[in-house]
């Protein structure tokens, strides 16, 4: 059972690392519209597939944080990708103990 184990745990760790890696393309490509997310080529497509595995995570925080009192301050900064980044440690954490405690 500890192989199972081992083997849950693991694949969790790797889709916490591929998510966040992602969350960090998708910010860097924000920064870099021409290239990224208002490029039509490959790169644009890229883009549109990274935003496509993130917005599940990033969409329901943005959404909270549009409700919160941080967004009635006049603020050009996106804190969801923070957030998430967070968000997506503290699920893994969760798992993981759940998992092993089992």
Do not use: H
């Amino acid at each position: 059972m500890a192989g199972v184990q081992s083997l849950i745990v693991n694949a969790v760790y790797v889709f916490s690392s591929v998510m966040k890696i992602l969350l960090i393309a998708r910010v860097l490509l924000s920064w870099l519209p021409s290239l990224g997310f208002g490029g039509g080529g490959v790169l644009g497509r890229i883009s549109g597939v990274i935003v496509t595995l993130t917005e599940p995570i990033q969409g329901p925080i943005r959404a909270m944080l549009d409700k919160s009192p941080i967004k009635g301050v006049n603020t050009v900064v996106d804190f969801s990708p923070i957030l998430s980044l967070f968000v997506i440690d503290a699920i893994a954490l969760i798992i993981t103990r759940i998992i092993t405690v089992l």
